[in-house]
């Protein structure tokens, strides 16, 4: 395990996002005096798989903290369709760990036409989405081996979080991003258990993961994580869209993990957490906060953090939970079957 | 079965879609003329759970036909963040089938207050959102007793395509439009043969539904009625999402529904169904076209319909088999366990 790709890129998610706080900040000034400049009515990002789900961070991130309005750009407008939509008065991001994403990049190419302002942020400044968009932030994360990605995410997080502190201008978040690398080798340390209980799960057939808000992003991304190293029929559900229709399903040991660290959130996930134990549910909580974690049959208690970065935490034991489910299983952890690393549709 | 609410209601869409149709025509006009004087910018709707599948559907009418940008706003920053993102340019449409989603209401009434020009689309002309927005479309659908929404749904897409059709003013729509009624009913009737084959999912216990573009919203929604009514663990995935690591977990037997009518799509879904034949996945096909259907174990064949209206056809075959899911595994089909008609989330 120790020596997979899969095992050291997940280890090396502090240096990457220490390495990205200490050397990408000009560039990522310069944005964000071309974002003010520009002064765009909306924010539309494209993105697939990973990638999308720093775009559902971003959701939040520039929503609550900038008043953005963003919106998740649906590519086949672009390219199935050929009817790209009006995207003149926004910000239009691309995000790819690959940058060759296709679809993406049209959707890029024709914002650009329409004169939008446009940045691709990928971990090749010499791919093709970095060259369509007027500027790149580069990912600065190294070659990513295995085919699933774990520090190309948290270095798109990381991306989009100094992106928000360049623009918002408050001292305090700039002092909680300094923060992150400590913070996630802390839960690295932390989530070294994981190991000794992911046995507990080798006959799961199917898993829910839960989150909102901020931490919405990390539910789809710990849930893409664990669907495509295990092959578990993983979901993903906002605690709100969960009690809409899919609550119906949980009954005795039905396995849920809940990702409610401090936050606006914690009571409506606690209080999700209660309506699950009263069904039986089997449930798994990441969360530094004690009330919470009491819920769990399994934890991960993460370190305090701000909220608006608490994705950036909360998607490591996720990450490790993943791997381990692979590992027990006996799967291939650097490469799933059936997928490559660069994944182009159109 | 022919008793329970949920068949009824199901029956009754083509009744409902002819009504909308020649009742509410008017009352669209009347919004279509509001939209172009204000000229959005952007559109940003607000729904939960089968209405937020209504809103995935405009997300593709109103860029295809109307060249509009649609983001699905998330309710969280209204309500649990208190930070609403500015929407003073876009055009914000609410759509519930009872009118009384509070967080629903609540991104409707922040817009309201910033300008916006807001759209309530309800079953009911008194309730809270209808009154919290500035105009209001009736979904004529008469009372919907069933938990499991289904002909709101179809009542919502009928009006969001006559919208459409206000809007776009091309002849061609507008005929298309007409013929839903019959259309729906005669997939209604070639429908019934699902009661024939659906015990040979009864010990199913996943389940993906692959759809992409205008049919993403019925992958959605069919991944919801069989969730919620046969209690499965079921994914819905856009074509484009699925390859890009889900698909890690199909190996023989795995179970798919793919929604593919003639129209834009057909490569693509064909070229993945071919994919899961390949890993010898168990397939469903509901579609128009001869060489689509020739992929599927089970298959529901649908009348020929424009690509924008066959949303509206699709789901039907969806509908009725996650009811015979439910059936056939002995659940009620009009209340679910653990869900009311009316689910308030803030």
């Known amino acids: 395990m120790s020596t997979s790709h899969l095992a050291q890129e997940i280890a090396q998610q502090p240096t990457v996002i220490a390495r990205l706080l200490a050397e990408n900040s000009p560039q990522v000034a310069r944005v964000a005096q071309a974002i003010r400049d520009f002064n ?75 004169g939008a302002l446009t940045l691709a942020i990928t971990n090749y400044p010499d791919s093709p989405m970095a060259q369509t968009a007027i500027h790149h932030l580069a990912l600065l994360a190294d070659e990513e081996v295995s085919i699933a990605a774990t520090k190309t995410y948290t270095a798109q997080l990381t991306v989009l979080a100094m992106l928000v502190n360049a623009l918002a201008d408050r001292p305090h978040l700039r002092d909680e991003l300094s923060q992150v690398p400590r913070l996630v080798q802390e839960t690295l340390d932390l989530s070294a258990n994981i190991a000794d209980w992911a046995e507990r799960y080798r006959y799961m057939e199917k898993f829910a993961v839960l989150g909102r ?14 669907n495509e190293l295990a092959y578990i029929a993983t979901t993903a559900y ?11 399903m949980v009954q005795t040991g039905f396995p849920a993990l809940l990702i409610a660290p401090q936050g606006a959130l914690l009571d409506n996930m606690r209080d999700l957490a209660e309506k699950l134990s009263e069904r039986g549910a089997e449930r798994i909580v990441i969360s530094n906060d004690p009330t919470m974690l009491a819920y769990g049959h399994k934890v991960v208690r993460v370190p305090e953090v701000a909220e608006w970065l608490s994705p950036l935490i909360c998607v490591i034991p996720g990450q490790i939970f993943a791997m381990h489910q692979a590992l027990t299983r006996g799967y291939p952890v650097d490469k799933p079957r059936g997928l490559s690393k660069v994944t182009i549709t159109e």
């Open 40 to 114: 765009p009515t909306f924010v539309a990002i494209a993105a697939r798989g990973t990638s999308d789900n720093a775009a559902r961070y971003a959701q939040y991130a520039f929503g609550v903290l900038l008043g953005l309005p963003v919106m998740l750009a649906a590519p086949s407008l672009h390219t199935i369709y050929q009817a790209p939509p009006n995207l003149a008065r926004a910000l239009v991001i691309g995000i790819s760990q690959s940058g060759q994403a296709e679809d993406v990049r049209r959707v890029l190419q024709d914002a650009r036409q329409q």
């Open 213 to 226: 808000g901020y931490n919405y992003s990390t539910a789809f991304e710990i849930s893409l994580k664990v």
């Open 238 to 248: 906002s605690e709100a869209d969960f009690r809409h229709g899919p609550i119906a």
